[in-house]
Nanobody
Framework: QVQLVESGGGRVQAGGSLRLSCAAS????????MGWFRQAPGKEREFVAA????????NYATSIKGRFAISRDNAKNTVDLQMNSLKPEDTAVYYC????????????????WGQGTQVTVSS
C-alpha cells in the first residue's frame, strides 16, 4: 500500500509556471507506475500524464503535451509535474495516483490517490 500527498499548487497568471510534487510513503514506491490527473469544476476527472517505474517512459494528454513534464525520483519517493505556459483552462484540482502497471489514461485502473492540490490560472 502507498499513501500519496500532493503539494505545490497555487495561483498563477497565464503563461506562468508551477511545479507540483507528490510524496509517497512506503518502501514500494518504485514498484508503481505513477500518474497525474486533474478535475475542473463541473467536469470529469481527466488524465494528464503518467510515468513508468523507472521513469524511462512517459505518456501525456494531448492538451498538455509540450507544456507539462512528469518526472520521478525513486530515492526520494516523489513524482513531480512541471507545468509551463499555463492557461486558464488548466485550472483544476490536480491529483497524483499510483497503479501496479500501465501508462493508460483510465483513472479506474489507478489503485491509490492523493487528496489533490488546487491550481488556479488567471487570465
Amino acid at each position: 500500500q502507498v499513501q500519496l500527498v500532493e503539494s505545490g499548487g497555487g495561483r498563477v497568471q497565464a503563461g506562468g509556471s508551477l511545479r507540483l510534487s507528490c510524496a509517497a510513503s512506503g518502501r514500494t514506491f518504485s514498484s508503481y507506475y505513477m500518474g497525474w490527473f486533474r478535475q475542473a469544476p463541473g467536469k470529469e476527472r481527466e488524465f494528464v500524464a503518467a510515468i513508468t517505474r523507472s521513469g524511462g517512459i512517459t505518456n501525456y494528454a494531448t492538451s498538455i503535451k509540450g507544456r507539462f513534464a512528469i518526472s520521478r525520483d525513486n530515492a526520494k519517493n516523489t513524482v513531480d509535474l512541471q507545468m509551463n505556459s499555463l492557461k486558464p483552462e488548466d485550472t483544476a484540482v490536480y491529483y497524483c495516483a499510483a497503479r501496479s502497471s500501465g501508462l493508460g489514461p483510465s483513472d479506474r485502473l489507478y489503485e491509490y490517490w492523493g487528496q489533490g492540490t488546487q491550481v488556479t490560472v488567471s487570465s
